[in-house]
């Protein structure tokens, strides 16, 4: 993140904290001091305010950087590299490198977060419970402030929508039952933005009807959150062209010799196979596709006659290579007003790729 200064290094990974974290950090002691700390504690005196209020806010973010080494240490054991975590004004982010390699991984990742986070409230309450500072103590106040925090951080980061823990859990769970990676991440994403529309309409109400500055913070996360989903989500939908032609083409059918007449094709590769195209292939090269758009062309009386490589398009063929990425097989698609393309590759097909199973992988992407 630009702008965020390294304070240490834990297990290798850096620790930064970005120039906005000083606007939180600010706020959270200004509201600590001025308003909550006084009103449960009014005999404490301004000093003692200000300090405590100070402590808390340290604390605060000292268990916000607990929570993403829980990600971090969890994603490194999980074979993942970690490069650094990052405290902003939201909070906090972990710099995982790469993409999780299984919806196990994945869960376990996010999940270790928000644990983190309500584990520390439990210690809060424990110690709170055993009497730890004494009755309207600095100690206990922070305390109080510690466990609630922590509390909130650990449950509001369990919301199922993306970016937040929950959501990666959410997508970690459809990704598990549906074997869809990219789907996955489009429903947990559309879930995120819609709650991060709902925390800025909360945020609008509050300010309006209750306190202007709770609400304005409400507002911004919410506005954060829904850019960050907006982010992977657009993320995931490019992602889509730029998977490469032999993830989604199917295997060659059988093809045809270019010597062989046209009835024949007919007979035997189209109608018993109901296929509409075939690839015309020579000495393992191939030479050119053969459609039953191409045979309305030919007298059907000269069928007998008349050999595949009369009537088949080609060459020049529209054709793709295995490593290409899909955008350019949508472009030659929709250049040529055709409904196949053929993946060579030194001259050798290997593959095919139908109009017909993109646009079912576009509508599912959309859905
Ligand atoms: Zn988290």
């Known amino acids: 993140m630009n702008g965020a200064y390294k304070i240490a ?32 504690y009014p005999d404490w005196g301004e000093a003692t305010y200000w300090a405590a209020a100070a402590i808390a806010a340290l604390l605060l973010f000292g268990s916000i950087l607990v929570h993403e080494l829980a990600h971090s240490l969890v994603a490194i054991a999980r074979g993942m590299s970690v490069r650094s975590i990052t405290l902003f004004i939201f909070g906090g982010v972990s ?9 196990r ?154 010597d062989v007449s046209i009835s024949a094709l007919v007979d035997e590769y189209m109608i018993p196979f109901e296929r509409r195209s075939v690839p015309v292939v020579e000495d393992d090269r191939v030479v050119g596709i053969i459609t039953l758009h191409d045979l309305d062309g030919i007298n059907r009386n000269l069928w007998g006659e008349t050999p595949v490589s009369e009537g088949m398009t080609g060459p020049p063929l529209v054709a793709v290579g295995p490593d290409d990425s899909l955008s350019i097989a949508f472009q030659l698609l929709a250049r040529y007003n055709i409904n196949q393309i053929l993946v060579i590759k030194s001259d050798v097909l290997v593959g095919i790729i139908k109009r017909s199973s993109l646009l079912g992988m576009v509508v599912r992407e959309r859905e």
């Open 105 to 258: 991984d994945e869960f376990q990742i996010a999940i270790v977060g928000p644990v983190s986070s309500l584990l520390l409230a439990l210690a809060g309450f424990l110690a709170l419970r055993a009497g730890v500072g004494g009755d309207d103590s600095p100690v206990e106040g922070i305390l109080i402030y510690f466990t609630l925090a922590n509390f909130l951080v650990g449950i509001f980061n369990l919301l199922p929508g993306f970016p937040l823990d929950g959501g990666r859990v959410l997508r970690s769970i459809i990704w598990a039952s549906t074997g869809d990676n990219a789907r996955a991440t489009g429903i947990a994403s559309g879930v995120g933005i819609g709650f991060g529309w709902l925390l800025v309409a909360a945020g609008v109400l509050t300010a309006i009807t209750d306190d202007v500055m709770s609400g304005l913070w409400m507002g911004f996360v919410g506005w954060y959150l829904k850019d960050s989903a907006t982010a992977v989500r657009r993320s995931s939908k490019r992602s889509i062209t730029d998977v490469p032609v032999r993830a989604v083409m199917s295997l060659p059918e059988r093809p045809v010799h270019p």
């Open 9 to 40: 290094t834990v297990a290798g990974i850096d620790i930064g904290v970005h120039y906005t974290w000083l606007f939180a950090f600010a706020l959270i002691t200004w509201t600590l001091a001025g308003s909550w700390f006084p009103s449960d």
């Open 95 to 103: 710099n995982i490198g790469g993409d999780t390699r299984s919806a």
